[in-house]
């Protein structure tokens, strides 16, 4: 690819925010790497962000019809695959893991106000993993079976009945 096609995009985004953004006070990620390191090690922080996560997951659904209950039933009803299918498709959760992990230590780091930070945007990043989540559930579960048809004649001599035999018209 050819950089120059960039050029303009670049200079626009460079003059933005060297001569019009505000500079300094809003940033929400911590100006030094020790006062990173003292927020993340904060443990009443991790307290509260583990809580959010909590709370949200519950509040994904009334209790007797909950995302995760219905994944519990379904799996008890269907099963799951074999070990090793399980384990080869299970590492699509990585990507998932990857963003919870970067989720919570962008919320630890922060210095915006934590409750207002976990309250405006944990719940939509749970329902923005969901999905991820939901399809790996589905490929370590076994799927349903439909039960092959019999032929006509099998089913009605297992039932104790003689075919009907059609009489020739003279």
Known sequence: MDGRRAAPAVLVTLAFKLWLAPSGGDAILPRTFGEAVTKFGSGGRW???IGSF???LWEMGVWWAHPILLLAVLSFALGFV???EARSRLWLLVPVAG???ADVAVYLTTTADLGWHLATSNSRLLVQIWPA???VFFLTIRPPVTPEPEPLAAAASKAGAQP???RKKR
């Open 99 to 101: 963003l919870l992990a």
């Open 164 to 166: 009907e035999r059609r």
């Open 47 to 49: 307290g509260q962000v």
């Open 82 to 84: 074999r070990k090793q």
């Open 54 to 56: 909590l709370r949200n």
């Open 133 to 135: 989540v939901l399809f």
